[in-house]
């Protein structure tokens, strides 16, 4: 598996009519089956020990995570925690959703918020996925909780036509442009997507 930089947003203008081949009015599939989830953990940890370990781009205080995991199109939008990086993640419904598109290839989806870029990716016991880089480096972070905080809060943005986030933003953050911690909200449980939690999280992504 490989890991892009790219921004996490590029435009909040609607996407060609063929980029989602399926819409979010399509039935709504049931939770993420917990061994799906379990096999994302256990893939990102395995990239963890062959090509991260140690390196100053991780945070210690961080392990490798799927969590946040929300029905959308035919599938599941959630984020990955990982030492190094917070990543958004689909994973379809149907395992054949995603067998025409190029391995590694770049796919465009319109998310609420706007249109994000995603490469394809395949793991054992998981099959094909999306996944799409949304923050590196994660030393702003200072536990796993406040990870898991981040990530509810990333993909309910993501999920948000509200506003979407700045264009360029992964790209910036990929770079290597330190963030300055904003403390976070005490916004009560299941307003994740609240105005305060919203601003908090881009205060993560913030040069």
């Known amino acids: 598996m490989e890991i892009y930089a790219t921004p996490i947003i590029t435009s909040a203008n609607p996407a060609p009519s063929d980029a989602n081949p399926a819409r979010s009015d399509s039935a709504s599939p049931p939770p993420l089956p917990e061994a799906q989830r379990q096999a994302l953990t256990a893939a990102y940890a395995a990239i963890q020990a062959a090509h991260f370990a ?13 969590t946040a995991f929300q029905p959308w199109e035919a599938g599941w939008l959630g984020a990955m925690i990982t030492p190094w990086s917070l990543m958004a993640i689909w994973v379809p419904a149907d395992h054949d959703a995603l067998a025409g598109l190029p391995l590694a290839g770049s796919q465009e989806r319109l998310l609420p918020a706007g249109v994000c870029p995603f490469t394809v990716e395949e793991e054992p016991g998981i099959g094909r996925f999306l996944a799409s880089p949304l923050f590196s ?14 990530a509810a809060v990333a993909v309910a943005v993501l999920l948000s036509a509200e506003e979407a986030l700045p264009a360029g933003a992964g790209a910036q953050a990929q770079a290597g442009q330190t963030a300055t911690e904003p403390a976070s909200p005490r916004s009560p449980a299941g307003e994740l997507d609240s105005p305060a939690r919203r601003q908090w999280f881009r205060g993560l992504l913030a040069p």
């Open 137 to 150: 480096p994660l030393h702003a972070l200072r536990s796993q909780e406040q990870a898991r905080e981040a």
């Open 54 to 66: 140690d390196l100053p781009v991780c945070n210690p205080a961080l392990t490798v995570e799927a």
